[in-house]
Nanobody, 120 residues
């Protein structure tokens, strides 16, 4: 089927930057929207940023102006550039993709998550 593998999480001080990557692999025919979600301890998973196959983007109000989502359609990879990080950005970040497999199955795929910790 289709798999997503995230990378780039880690520990950073408040005000710092991190770049997350998420690469899709497997039996991919096409990938439509790709996005990043996050889940902090004790909280529900929330949308951080979304990007369509044509490049249209949408951001949570809490990250507008600080985070930038982008994608490389050739590499089937989505990125999240995070700047001016705050302790409240600490969470497990998950990549999500709406994909169509080579068997023409419509799939919603999740990555395993990558932890971002912002220290004050």
């Amino acid at each position: 089927q289709v798999q997503l593998v995230e990378s780039g999480g880690g520990l950073v001080q408040a005000g710092g930057s991190l770049r997350l990557s998420c690469a899709a692999s497997g039996s991919i025919f096409s990938i439509n929207a790709m996005g990043w979600y996050r889940q902090a301890p004790g909280k529900q998973r929330e949308l951080v940023a979304l990007i369509t196959s044509s490049g249209s983007t949408n951001y949570a109000d809490s990250v507008k102006g600080r985070f930038t989502i982008s994608r490389d359609n050739v590499k089937n990879t989505v990125y999240l550039q995070m700047s001016s990080l705050k302790p409240e950005d600490t969470a497990n970040y998950f990549c999500n993709a709406n994909a169509i497999s080579t068997a023409r199955s419509h799939l919603e795929v999740w990555g395993q998550g990558t932890l971002v910790t912002v220290s004050s």
